[in-house]
């Protein structure tokens, strides 16, 4: 199995920037791809950003482009999230995930998720 634990998050103003951590253990080489995923109170989950492990492919949100950068460093089974010129509306638990090898679902892994808050 794969488990995943987020780290990161707090209480930031307007314009300013968090970087989140997504640390993976078990047997993560069964992973091919990990996203970042939030829900805001109220609100449905959203993709955020996702990274496949070997390749480097990347996606983002239109909602987060040119503000956040997703990168990985596969000897610590680490994913981040650095997420610059932050804005209220992006106030949510963050949740990262990890989508598993030899399964039929996306993501099959993931974490108890992290606050961030972002006041004006």
């Known amino acids: 199995q794969v488990q995943v634990v987020e780290s990161g998050g707090g209480l930031v103003q307007a314009g300013g920037s968090l970087r989140l951590s997504c640390a993976a253990s078990g047997r993560t080489f069964r992973i091919y791809r990990m996203g970042w995923f939030r829900q805001a109170p109220g609100k449905e989950r959203e993709f955020v950003a996702a990274t496949t492990w070997s390749g480097g492919s990347i996606y983002y949100a239109d909602s987060v482009k040119g503000r956040f950068t997703i990168s990985r460093d596969n000897a610590k089974n680490t994913v981040y999230l650095q997420m610059n010129n932050l804005r209220p509306d992006d106030t949510a638990v963050y949740y990262c995930?990890?989508?598993?090898?030899?399964?039929?679902?996306?993501?099959?892994?993931w974490g108890q998720g992290t606050q961030v808050t972002v006041f004006s």
């Open positions: 995930a990890a989508d598993l090898r030899g399964t039929d679902s996306d993501y099959d892994c």
